[in-house]
């Protein structure tokens, strides 16, 4: 009996520190996804953007060398996010939580245009809302790996709760019943994304 006494403040203290983590995950998640249903608070104008146009010697060196060379020369924010090449133009995109650089040669690689975009306040909590991906700069693997790591806390924080409730509840068909829907309700979700 003392063993599951034991074990029982083992999972109850694991269970309440995962809350603590789990928490700072869901109120960032609640705050950005609340603001960005509600657009009428922030000012929707979107700052002009700035475009520079530089010529250069025809390179020797790859696309992507050329494009990093530039970034580093410009200092350009954020981490890389696209590339495409259209009508011989190719575009390298870099975006960070407060604006968006597109980067774009022409097809003698004479001619660079760099088009930095600020985001306005809707559009940065956006971004920081939709982060993910590791890469880039260390800062942004830091975030995704404490965002993981959220993740992970919050299913501890679940099966830390199932068990502590199976094991001092008697009369379980209410809960059984909630965690069936919840789980029905996950599985029809997914479901739905995979098959329409």
């Given amino acids: 009996m003392a063993h599951r006494v034991n074990l029982y403040q083992l999972i109850r203290q694991i269970h ?35 475009i520079k146009t530089i010529s250069m010697k025809k390179p020797d060196v790859s696309n992507e060398e050329l494009y ?42 004479t001619t660079a245009t760099v088009k930095v975009s600020d985001r306005n306040t809707m559009g940065s909590v956006t971004a920081y809302h939709r982060l993910h991906k590791y890469g880039g700069p260390p800062a942004y693997s830091l975030y995704i790996l404490l965002m993981d790591l959220a993740s992970l806390a919050l299913l501890i924080f679940v099966l830390t709760g199932v068990y502590m409730w199976l094991s001092f509840v008697k009369y379980r068909w209410l809960g059984v019943g909630f965690l069936a829907v919840g789980l029905a309700y996950s599985l029809w979700v997914w479901l739905t994304f995979i098959f329409y």
């Fill in 68 to 109: 990093k060379q530039l970034k580093n020369k410009l200092e350009i924010s954020g981490r890389f996010h696209n590339s495409w090449t259209n009508k011989g133009t190719t575009y390298y995109e870099y975006q960070s939580m407060l604006r968006q650089t597109i980067i774009s040669f022409d097809s003698t690689h």
């Fill in 16 to 50: 309440m520190y995962a809350a603590f983590i789990t928490i700072t995950f869901l109120v960032m998640y609640f705050v950005t996804g609340y603001l960005m249903n509600n657009p009428q608070w922030f000012d929707q104008e979107k700052p002009a953007p700035d």
